[in-house]
Antibody, heavy 119, light 111 residues
Framework: QLQLQESGPGLVKPSETLSLTCTVSGASISGSRYCWGWIRQPPGKGLEWIGSMYYSGSAYYSPAVKSRVTISVDTSKNQFSLNLSSVTAADTAVYFC???????????WGQGTLVTVSS | QSVLTQPPSVSAAPGQKVTISCSGSSSNIGNNYVSWYQQLPGTAPKLLIY???KRPSGIPDRFSGSKSDTSATLAITGLQTGDEADYYCGTWDLSLSVEGVFGGGTKLTVL
């Protein structure tokens, strides 16, 4: 059974970089059919796609955060990561990692991790 | 503002049927598959419907999806109290680049 687990600091200071890792178990992250992505949900609000990455490492991002975001993969650890720079309070959210078919549905989700941006 | 438009809330009595709409445009729903997700309080979203009208294994047939032009609909029949949750539609927008998009979410209350 595929499982995803987010990890990283729960508190980040304004202007610093938010860094999260998603550890995948039950399947190889190198499977060619799938993409791996990040979605966030501000408190009390809806889902917002941040970006996705092909197994090859090439990534595509939401225009809303494109200038600040990087998604990368570490196939040796079966993990992929999110880095979001120059954070503000508006980046406070529950961050989910998930797997999707390229251009299609999100079938597997991590449990989510709350990141608060505050000094 | 979300790219896809959903009603903020819907409600119905146990045993009844409810529908949730999701409106988009030709650059998203009009030319891509739609999926639906159920989010119970404090949990991650769960895939309910994919490719407009398909159910993953384990999802009861009380849940169904449809799509017409630039809109999609989730229908839930035989409502149960356990169906109280937030529901989101999702797809991809190809207007400028490939972009994942979701509706703003609909809170279902089972009266």
């Amino acid at each position: 059974q595929l499982q995803l687990q987010e990890s990283g600091p729960g508190l980040v200071k304004p202007s610093e970089t938010l860094s999260l890792t998603c550890t995948v178990s039950g399947a190889s992250i190198s499977g060619s059919r799938y993409c791996w992505g990040w979605i966030r949900q501000p408190p009390g609000k809806g889902l917002e796609w941040i970006g996705s990455m092909y197994y090859s490492g090439s990534a595509y991002y939401s225009p809303a955060v494109k200038s600040r975001v990087t998604i990368s993969v570490d196939t040796s650890k079966n993990q992929f990561s999110l880095n979001l720079s120059s954070v503000t309070a508006a980046d406070t959210a529950v961050y989910f990692c998930a797997r999707h078919i390229s251009g299609s549905y999100w079938a597997y989700w991590g449990q989510g991790t709350l990141v608060t941006v505050s000094s | 503002q979300s790219v896809l438009t959903q009603p903020p809330s819907v409600s119905a009595a146990p045993g009844q049927k409810v529908t949730i709409s999701c409106s988009g445009s030709s650059s998203n729903i009009g030319n891509n598959y739609v999926s639906w997700y159920q989010q119970l309080p404090g949990t991650a979203p769960k895939l309910l419907i994919y490719d407009n009208n398909k159910r993953p294994s384990g999802i009861p047939d009380r849940f169904s999806g449809s799509k017409s032009d630039t809109s999609a609909t989730l229908a839930i029949t035989g409502l149960q109290t356990g169906d109280e949750a937030d529901y989101y539609c999702g797809t991809w927008d190809l207007s400028l680049s490939v972009e994942g998009v979701f509706g703003g979410g609909t809170k279902l209350t089972v009266l």
